[in-house]
C-alpha cells in the first residue's frame, strides 16, 4: 500500500516559480515510477511528468518541457515538480501518482497508475 500527500500548491502571478512536494509512504523503491498528473476545471486529466524510480529517467509533457522538472529524492520517499515560467494555462489542481508495483508501466497514461493524491491546486494569475 502507497499513500501519496501533495504539497506546495498556491497562487502565484505569471512567470513565477512553485515546486510542488509528494510525500510517500509505503515501498515507494518498489514502484517502476512516480507521476505527475494535473486537471483543470472542465477538462481531461493530463500527464505532466515522470520520472522512473530507479534510474531517474525523466518524461514531460510538451506543454511543460523545459520549464518544469521532476526530481525524486529516494531517502525520503519523496517527488518534486519544480514549475518555473509559469503560465496561467498550468492552472489546475496537481496530482501525484505511482503504479502499482515495480513492472514497467507507460507513464505518460493515467490508468497505469494504481495510487493518487489528493491534490494541490495551483493557480497562476495573468
Known amino acids: 500500500q502507497v499513500q501519496l500527500v501533495e504539497s506546495g500548491g498556491g497562487l502565484v502571478q505569471a512567470g513565477d516559480s512553485l515546486r510542488l512536494s509528494c510525500a510517500a509512504s509505503?515501498?515507494?523503491?518498489?514502484?517502476?515510477?512516480m507521476g505527475w498528473f494535473r486537471q483543470a476545471p472542465g477538462k481531461e486529466r493530463e500527464f505532466v511528468a515522470a520520472i522512473i524510480w530507479s534510474r531517474g529517467s525523466t518524461y514531460y509533457a510538451d506543454s511543460v518541457k523545459g520549464r518544469f522538472t521532476i526530481s525524486r529524492d529516494n531517502a525520503k520517499n519523496m517527488v518534486y515538480l519544480q514549475m518555473n515560467s509559469l503560465k496561467p494555462e498550468d492552472t489546475a489542481v496537481y496530482y501525484c501518482a505511482a503504479p502499482k508495483g515495480p513492472a514497467p508501466i507507460v507513464v505518460v497514461t493515467g490508468s497505469e497508475y494504481h495510487y493518487w493524491g489528493q491534490g494541490t491546486q495551483v493557480t497562476v494569475s495573468s
Open positions: 509505503g515501498r515507494t523503491e518498489s514502484r517502476y515510477a
